[in-house]
């Protein structure tokens, strides 16, 4: 047994005999498929895919006979011929049959030859990785002359009379291998495939014989006469000679005719003639004589092989197989008019205005704000091919929760009618569907960009991160209202408990099959700059710990080098493979330069670009003659590089050594543009705090963790007399060296597209008010950014003085404008301290006086006072814990308004949010709705 089986082995190994396939690089990541031929039998198709994993190279070899990436499909009448241009084998295909293929060699845009077997030099080139590509080739087609009981014409010859140049025609019986009998029109003429052509002998009045005479070289033939041209009109074949003058058929045509014999036969009781035509019959050219087409002259080509002479094929795709269907014209034409209804709608929309998105957490607060100028697109559908194009003119996403040294987030530059780039973003895509429902066909899909600005400030950042945390949060199942909160009985009960602990099943979507041919992105070039914080807020720095994130700054330039699709037609996720590893090659061979632009090392990366950018611009000024400017510019880019590198690395060890307080002192003067003043302030800052560390910090140690705390605080408020008093001096000198390196580069950053956005005290989001925009920015300039305060109101008190009420979450804030366009703050009512509130009126000799009349805490009062004395330009910080459980007597405040309509108006202004305060704070008792007076 063991002996035959190992015959049976070698016996197939001799007879089938597998050869190599063509080679393949292994370092080209993608998808190929390889030709693996045999001496007998069927080929194989392999596929071999080549990933990446990290510095790993991948190679997967698998089956692709029974999903071939091409299918060549013969739908013709013809034999077709077909190979890959180039190569060197060629691959026969029968009618009506089809064939898996691959390409015999991998060159980078390989196309397919095609041609009919009787006709290879009429070949044809198909793309075959190009879906809907249409192209079409011709073939020689020969055809009988038949008449209508089936005998054709011939030629009447012996073996003594082959050789003849001149014959004489018949009809005989249909034989496909007599060359004698197959005709094709050359120009007018009737050329069989011995070489002889159909003609009438001298043609007189009445007729003449026809005959076949041999066509010669084509160097010697003379000009074509009537008698020597030939077509087909009405079922007969006529010649282009006509009757001449002096006969009663005068003008009319000779027609191919058969010297037929007639026979007597009965038919409905009469005699009449019967027509016979039998083989040997000779053929003459006779006058058309009647309107209906005679028995002896009718004739029409019976092509073989059957068709029309030229071929069309159509790429189409079955899945991921792009398949090559080859028709006769005329079968194709037939199948356009069944699907000659098709829709064609081109829809155009344009936006001039843009389309902006806001972003909200649930405090009511807007964290980034983003939007898209110049928005057009374009949709078309023709022939069952979607065009679809978006150009947007201007991106732009802003920073609306913390007022940093970054106003937008990100944004487009270097736009405009000179430039590089006319749009921000532009896309252009072209779709169809493929021959199977489930597939859809990009056959273009290009991307292109203009240079974008990154600002990511780390405070910005983990705010957005918290907004989707809190909705994730929101979406889990603990929230959601479970069945015993509800009325259900308790089967019901179980249901609904089954459905919410039920997972969800996966949805596969039909049509989820999508192919890419053509994918092209430009270049993207995008100037990243990250900004740590020198302080968080709390909720911020918990996130930050549970994260685990680690934000360090630095600037630089990333560019993401153009992609081009090599493979082409692709699946979505052989794509997406594709362009994540493309990008992560791009960035991992800038990584140095990312490493070399951190702020702890002082950006020595972009302290070399400075230089080399101010060394470049002193020769190319000093080529023109300026010499200088180019001086200039040589000074400037080297001494603001230099600047910036100080500025960034003193800052890195600044944030080290700072503590709490101050490092969100000096974050609020890095909200500022940094000047001198700033610089001198931040030092200050750092000695006082240092000095006064030694007795606040015990304090707050004992509030904290009693008599453990105190030893605590010394140990703090001893490190930090010589930590705090350096921090301080390091921001001094970052500060300081900012304000110089922005002085000499003199570039403003890029500006929001509007002010943030006012949310209500309730949550409400309402359509976006430039106006009331405005007057929270004025809030916040008041309150030094605090987001925790929203802003109501602003209403106009006292036109005369200029006083004006901020109606807030927290307080009403009273202000008035100075000549020199200053806001001074004269009193402010907390609604902590608040019991009621009424509106006043007395009378006065010219005109009644209106007041709008408030009952506060006693100690309120005293510390708004105590801070508006130290500076009226700004809000109070007050601490209402400490006074507002204390009992103390009440004060009465008033406030001036121009009218009666001004003050009832800030009453009713006041009570919502004044309740909105109470009822967070759990007071429930409501003052000032029942004691108004009128």
């Known amino acids: 047994s063991t002996t035959t089986t190992t015959s049976a082995t070698a016996s197939k190994k001799k007879s089938c005999v597998w050869n190599w396939s063509p080679s393949f690089h292994i370092g080209a990541v993608g998808t190929y498929h390889l030709k693996v031929t045999r001496t007998s039998g069927n080929d194989a198709i392999v596929q071999v895919d080549v990933r990446t994993y990290g510095a790993t190279t991948q190679i997967v070899l698998s089956d692709a006979t029974d999903a071939p990436p091409f299918r060549i499909v013969n739908s013709t009448h013809a034999t077709l011929v077909f190979a890959q241009e180039g190569g060197k084998v060629n691959h026969t295909l029968a ?19 095609v041609a009919a077997a009787s006709s290879p030099k009429l070949a044809t080139k198909f793309d075959l990785q190009k879906v809907q590509e249409v192209s079409t080739f011709k073939y020689e087609q020969h055809f009988f002359i038949c008449c209508a009981n089936g005998l054709v014409v011939g030629a009447q010859r012996t073996d003594s009379l082959k050789e003849k140049s001149v014959l004489m025609a018949h009809m005989t019986t249909r034989d496909n291998n007599d060359p004698f009998q197959l005709w094709r029109f050359i120009g007018g003429e009737l050329v069989n495939n011995a070489g002889y052509r159909l003609e009438a002998s001298n043609i007189g009045l009445g007729g003449a014989q026809v005959q076949l005479r041999i066509r010669g070289d084509v160097t010697s033939r003379t000009k074509l006469t009537d008698k020597q041209k030939w077509k087909f009109e009405q079922n007969r074949l006529l010649s282009f000679q006509t009757v001449r003058t002096g006969s009663a058929h005068a003008g009319s045509p000779f027609a191919l005719e058969m010297l037929s014999s007639q026979k007597k036969k009965q038919s409905g009781g009469v005699e009449v003639d019967e027509v016979v035509v039998t083989e040997g019959t000779p053929l003459i050219v006779a006058p058309v004589t009647a309107r209906n087409v005679s028995a002896v002259q009718q004739f029409v080509p019976l092509y073989t092989p059957a068709g029309c002479g030229t071929v069309i094929g159509r790429v189409t795709s079955e899945g991921s197989t792009r398949v090559l269907t080859l028709k006769d014209k005329e079968e194709d034409l037939l199948t356009k008019k069944e699907d000659n209804y098709q ?3 081109c829809a155009v929309l344009a936006m001039n205005g843009g389309v902006a998105l806001s972003v909200v957490n649930q405090k009511g607060v807007e964290i980034i704000y983003g939007c898209m100028h110049g928005v057009a697109a374009k949709v078309q559908r023709e022939q069952g091919v979607e065009q679809i194009s978006l150009n947007i003119h201007q991106i732009q996403i802003d920073n609306q929760a913390d007022f940093a040294s970054s106003q937008a987030v990100i944004c487009s530059s270097m736009i405009g009618k000179d430039a590089a780039h006319t749009h921000a973003l532009s896309v252009y895509m072209e779709k169809s569907q493929g021959v199977i429902g489930n597939c859809s066909i990009f056959h273009s ?15 910005v950042l983990l705010r957005f991160i918290e907004v989707f945390s809190g909705v994730l949060k929101d979406n889990q199942k603990d929230n959601i209202i479970k069945p ?28 989820g099959e999508i192919f890419f041919e053509e994918v092209v992105f430009e270049k993207i070039d995008m100037h990243v700059s990250l900004i740590p914080a020198n302080a968080l807020p709390q909720n911020l720095s918990k996130l930050k710990k549970s994260l685990g994130l680690q934000f360090i700054g630095l600037q630089n330039t990333i560019t993401l080098a153009p992609f081009v699709l090599d493979d082409p037609f692709v699946s979505q996720n ?28 002082g950006n020595p990366y972009g302290l070399l670009g400075s230089v080399h950018t101010g060394v470049s611009e002193f020769f190319e000024h000093g080529k023109r003659g300026a010499v200088g400017k180019g001086t200039w510019n040589l000074f400037r880019h080297v001494v603001s590089g230099a600047a910036d590198s100080a500025a960034r690395m003193t800052n890195s060890m600044s944030s080290l050594l700072a503590n709490k307080d101050l490092a969100r002192k000096q974050q609020e003067q890095k909200n500022k543009n940094p000047t001198m003043f700033s610089a001198l302030s931040s030092l200050a800052q750092g000695v006082n705090m240092g000095i006064t560390g030694l007795v606040t910090q015990p304090v707050r140690g004992a509030r904290e963790d009693g008599a453990v705390g105190v030893v605590k605080g010394i140990v703090r408020g001893a490190v930090g007399v010589v930590t705090t008093p350096v921090s301080g001096a390091l921001k001094f000198v970052s500060m300081s060296a900012e304000a110089f390196r922005d002085f000499l580069r003199q570039q403003a950053g890029a500006e929001r597209c509007r002010l943030p956005r006012v949310v209500n005290a309730d949550g409400a989001v309402h359509p976006y008010n430039p106006k009331t925009a405005v007057e929270q920015m004025e809030l916040f300039k008041l309150n030094k950014f605090d987001l925790t305060e929203q802003f109501v109101a602003k209403i106009e008190m006292n036109k005369r003085s200029n006083t004006f009420a901020f109606v807030t979450s927290k307080r009403i804030i009273f202000v008035h404008g100075t000549g020199q366009g200053e806001r001074v703050v004269d009193g402010e009512v907390w609604y902590a301290g608040l019991h009621k509130w009424n509106v006043a009126n007395k009378k006065a000799p010219a005109h009644a006086l209106h007041y709008i009349q408030f009952s506060v805490h006693e100690g309120m009062t005293k510390d708004v006072i105590h801070q508006l004395e130290m500076d009226s330009h700004v809000a109070t910080r007050l601490s209402p814990s400490r006074w507002e459980n204390t009992h103390a007597r009440k004060m009465t405040l008033k406030y001036r308004c121009d009218n009666l309509e001004v003050a009832k108006r800030l009453f009713v202004t006041i009570k919502h949010p004044s309740h909105l305060h109470r009822e967070k704070h759990n007071q429930c008792s409501y003052h000032g709705a029942d004691d108004v007076v009128f």
């Open 484 to 511: 015993h909160r509800t009325l259900f009985l308790e089967d019901a009960q179980k249901d609904l408990e089954e459905i919410f602990n039920k997972a969800k099943p996966d949805i596969k979507e039909e049509g």
């Open 95 to 113: 009618p009506g049959r089809s064939t898996p293929y691959s390409w015999d060699n991998i060159t980078p845009k390989p196309t397919l030859l």
């Open 574 to 601: 052989a794509l997406v493979q594709l362009i994540t590893e493309h990008c992560k090659q791009s960035i991992f061979r800038q990584l140095f330069k990312l490493i070399a632009s951190a702020d702890f090392i």
């Open 445 to 459: 899909f290009k991307l292109s960009a203009a240079p974008m600005l990154l600002y990511l400030e780390e405070v």
């Open 343 to 345: 829709l064609s709608v």
